[in-house]
């Protein structure tokens, strides 16, 4: 005899897309600070991840869930952009990009993803918000 499934658990899709946010975004900042580019195509790959995170978590389809996708992709993205912009900071000025993400105020790591994000890059970005809402359906 089948048992039905447990209902999913409200804490799971958050701490899973929060921890895939984050791991996600160190990965890319490694893979930017070893290639010396901005690597803006990883954003596709973080809503991908996030789509399949929250379908694990097995989040009901719907709204919620692609606003979620959306909103751990743009964070992925903010992170990942803050984090590429504190390790090349760093790296001139000797710091680990850990040290240099806690001295870089917002208003100069806006300043440095602006400069390093040409359109093509911004297309990317803007690609990877569209997949994160379609893939979470």
Do not use: H, K, Y
Not at 30 to 35: C, E, V
Not at 99 to 114: C, H, I, K, Q, V
């Amino acid at each position: 005899m089948d048992t039905p499934a447990a209902p999913p658990a409200r804490w799971l899709a958050p701490v899973l897309l929060l921890v895939g946010s984050l791991g996600f975004a160190a990965a890319w900042i490694l893979l930017a600070f070893a290639r010396d580019r901005q690597c803006s195509w990883m954003a596709i790959l973080a809503a991908l991840d996030a789509a399949v995170l929250l379908r694990l978590s097995r989040m009901d389809r719907g709204w919620r869930r692609a606003a979620l996708a959306v909103a751990s992709t743009v964070a992925t993205i903010v992170l990942a952009n803050w984090g590429i912009a504190a390790a090349q900071m760093g790296r001139v000025m000797g710091l680990l990009p850990w040290e240099s993400m806690t001295r870089l105020g917002p208003s100069f790591a806006w300043t440095l993803a602006n400069l390093a994000n040409p359109p093509v890059d911004l297309l990317w970005l803007a690609l990877a918000l569209v997949v994160a809402a379609v893939a979470s359906r």
